[in-house]
């Protein structure tokens, strides 16, 4: 089977979904933030706040572009496949996968997340409740070129896993 990749909005389970589906078909996990953190030696944070979102993107896509990697199951980032020529790369190297989240859930989550979000920390609740329909409803249109969309909250990796041993091994 070719490489697994994971996208969907910030907060909506993509590393731990993505942990969990490596588990079941023995593949290899890869979180595409962690990569870029290791190869830049910072933090996704330090790199909005010392250089800028642009930067962060050429990095993000370069990373990307380089992983070369097989067996594996990629959490991608939120953005990751709103910018450059992402999605086509994703779409050429493997099998993409749109973890789906009602839009009140989303938020909910980040509430609850204690992982920092260059894009959304500084936010007033208030302005966040705009931010967040308005980006997810933008990003739609890259995370609805997926090969499989699912409906994250009911669909359990193990679920996943075995779809796609039955349709996509080869
Ligand atoms: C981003 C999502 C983040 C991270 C960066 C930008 C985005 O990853 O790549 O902060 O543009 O949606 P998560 O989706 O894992 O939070």
């Known amino acids: 089977m070719n490489?697994?990749?994971?996208?969907?909005?910030?907060?909506?389970?993509?590393?731990?979904?993505?942990?969990?589906?490596a588990a079941a078909l023995q593949f290899h996990f890869i979180d595409l933030d962690k990569k870029i953190e290791k190869q830049t030696g910072k933090t996704i944070l330090e790199i909005f706040d010392e250089s800028s979102e642009d930067i962060f993107r050429k990095i993000e896509s370069k990373v990307l572009n380089n992983l070369n990697?097989?067996?594996?199951?990629?959490?991608?980032?939120?953005?990751?496949?709103?910018?450059?020529?992402?999605?086509?790369?994703?779409?050429?190297?493997?099998?993409s996968v749109y973890l789906k989240m009602p839009v009140k859930t989303i938020k909910d989550r980040l509430n609850r997340s204690h992982k920092k979000r260059p894009l959304l920390?500084?936010?007033?609740?208030?302005?966040?409740?705009?931010?967040?329909?308005?980006?997810?409803?933008?990003r739609s249109y890259y995370y609805h070129?997926?090969?499989?969309?699912?409906?994250?909250?009911?669909?359990?990796?193990?679920?996943?896993?075995?779809?796609?041993s039955e349709n996509y091994s080869r």
Not at 121 to 138: A, G, T, V
């Open 3 to 21: 490489n697994i990749y994971l996208i969907g909005f910030m907060g909506s389970g993509k590393s731990t979904f993505g942990k969990k589906l």
């Open 69 to 95: 990697t097989k067996n594996s199951v990629i959490a991608c980032g939120g953005g990751t496949p709103c910018f450059f020529q992402n999605m086509d790369t994703i779409k050429k190297d493997g099998i």
């Open 121 to 138: 920390q500084n936010l007033s609740k208030d302005r966040l409740d705009i931010e967040i329909p308005q980006m997810l409803d933008y």
């Open 145 to 164: 070129q997926a090969d499989i969309i699912i409906d994250s909250l009911h669909i359990q990796a193990k679920q996943l896993a075995a779809y796609l």
